[in-house]
């Protein structure tokens, strides 16, 4: 993004919330750090895209929306991935293409080694975020770290034992999360 | 370890509170813009000093903190807007954390808006 944007969370956010603006009821996020790569995974069923939309997507002048004329969260997430010796590649299925099968897979990998990647930054604060801003969407998120130590978080598991009268955004159930991440990151590192 | 048995107990201890919520629910609502702009700016900060600060500040009945995309005005990131029946729309701009828990004291507690953190302010 901006020079002043300088961990790999904040990218997440960003990427992710095109999910979420796209309509999706479910969303997989998915970090894999293997060796000298990290592969970033994002996976929805909101309403896809066109092939030429998909086509359009790495140019920062092409934009669906309306309040402004650029449209920058792909091509900062793609320069970042050339920049560290990775890719980026997008899948989608539009819902004009398909009633059923719809949605977008974006897969980008990046050189964690690399001078040009950033630290990873505060991921529980991302999720957290994204839990606040759409509770009603079931995210499921894997973060598979390079000493072989695991995160997961699945919303859809909260929501069966919180039933309906409860939402994840509730402030309490946001910081229960949050505790939970801290916690499972912390056993992951070691 | 956070237990699914400490979850289930929240969830009972909430359950018992949400009969108790007065009708002021809502009443005050927290915009944050969320797009790519927003958050380059450091949106996400802010949007969690409000989560928590409305929280601590004992206004969870009466306020609610949302989310929003990119409302057209990116150089003013991060944007907060505070909507109240009945009064103008607040726009506050370039906002930062600490920013954000002087508005929930002293405007969303208080109830009188900060004129100098306002669009209006950053545009003279």
Known sequence: MTGSVDEFSLYVLDIVMNSVRAGASKIDVKLFEDGEYLTFTVTDNGCGMTKEQVEKLTDPFFTTRKTRAVGLGVPFLKMLSEQTGGSLAIQSISDEDSKTDHGTTLKAVFGRNHIDFLPMGNLPETLISLIQGSPEIDFTFYHRLSGGGEVRLSCAELKQVLGDQVSLADFEILSWIRGYLDEAYEEANL | ?124
């Open chain 2, 1 to 124: 370890m956070k237990s699914i048995e400490e979850l289930m107990a929240i969830k009972e201890k909430m359950q018992s509170k949400v009969s108790l919520r007065n009708s002021d629910a809502g009443e005050l609502r927290v915009v944050v813009g969320m797009a790519t702009c927003g958050i380059a700016a450091g949106a996400r900060p802010v949007l969690n000093a409000f989560v928590e600060g409305v929280n601590e500040a004992g206004l969870s009945d009466k306020v609610m903190v949302t989310q929003t995309g990119c409302i057209g005005i990116c150089q003013y990131e991060p944007v907060v807007e505070v909507y109240e029946e009945g009064k103008d729309k607040i726009t506050y701009v370039k906002m930062t954390a600490d920013k954000a828990k002087e508005v929930i004291e002293r405007h969303l507690k208080g109830g009188k808006p900060i004129a100098e953190y306002t669009i209006g302010a950053a545009t003279k």
